[in-house]
T-cell receptor
Framework: AQTVTQSQPEMSVQEAETVTLSCTYD???????LFWYKQPPSRQMILVIR??????QNATENRFSVNFQKAAKSFSLKISDSQLGDTAMYFC????????FGQGTELSVKP | DGGITQSPKYLFRKEGQNVTLSCEQN?????MYWYRQDPGQGLRLIYY???????QKGDIAEGYSVSREKKESFPLTVTSAQKNPTAFYLC????????????FGPGTRLTVT
């Protein structure tokens, strides 16, 4: 069975600094997608970034980028120039047919 | 504007009553999903539907029921058989099932006392 593990329940970062959230997953599949979702205090789940497993190039979306290491089954999210609005719960998710979520990392951006 | 709506945002029920949560989307997505989120936890899949008039159980379907009579709508009924119904419920949709990213509604907070 596929599993997703986020080993950092809570993290904090100073405004304008860079922070990296960790995620590892376990699967025997070769074709799959990985996602990071953000859940701010409003509790709306927002897609931050996606990565196709067949692509070697790491995905980027403005200040958000990933470090995808397929062999190590690692998919970390880097947030550059952190902003107060980045304060949220971040979920890593694996999709090989069904979307499976990690437990989440609560990120606080401090002024 | 295209999107997913869930109503109501907050719902209160007495124990023993069935309650139906609404989910509507105008994104022309084929697949729709229901998740449950408990405090400090990730999302768990309750039911999903890949096409109208068809749906499958997810990981925690016991005590829940769904219908998919229209492409745009995927209501979830929380029955009295659900032992711990108090939770935050999220509906999502995607173009297809499988590896497509899912888009989420704003959620419904259900409290049963």
């Amino acid at each position: 069975a596929q599993t997703v593990t986020q080993s950092q329940p809570e993290m904090s970062v100073q405004e304008a600094e860079t922070v990296t959230l960790s995620c590892t997953y376990d699967t025997s599949e070769n074709n799959y997608y990985l996602f990071w979702y953000k859940q701010p205090p409003s509790r709306q789940m927002i897609l931050v970034i996606r990565q196709e497993a067949y692509k070697q190039q790491n995905a980027t979306e403005n200040r958000f980028s990933v470090n995808f290491q397929k062999a190590a089954k690692s998919f970390s999210l880097k947030i550059s120039d952190s902003q107060l609005g980045d304060t949220a719960m971040y979920f890593c998710a694996f999709c090989g047919g069904k979307l499976i979520f990690g437990q989440g990392t609560e990120l606080s951006v401090k002024p | 504007d295209g999107g997913i709506t869930q109503s109501p945002k907050y719902l209160f029920r007495k124990e023993g009553q069935n309650v139906t949560l609404s989910c509507e989307q105008n994104l022309n997505h084929d697949a729709m999903y229901w998740y449950r989120q408990d405090p400090g936890q990730g999302l768990r899949l309750i039911y999903y539907s890949q096409i109208v008039n068809d749906f499958q159980k997810g990981d925690i379907a016991e005590g829940y029921s769904v219908s998919r009579e229209k492409k745009e709508s995927f209501p979830l009924t929380v029955t009295s058989a659900q032992k711990n119904p108090t939770a935050f419920y999220l509906c999502a949709s995607s173009y297809g099932s499988g590896t497509y990213e899912q888009y989420f509604g704003p959620g419904t907070r259900l409290t049963v006392t």
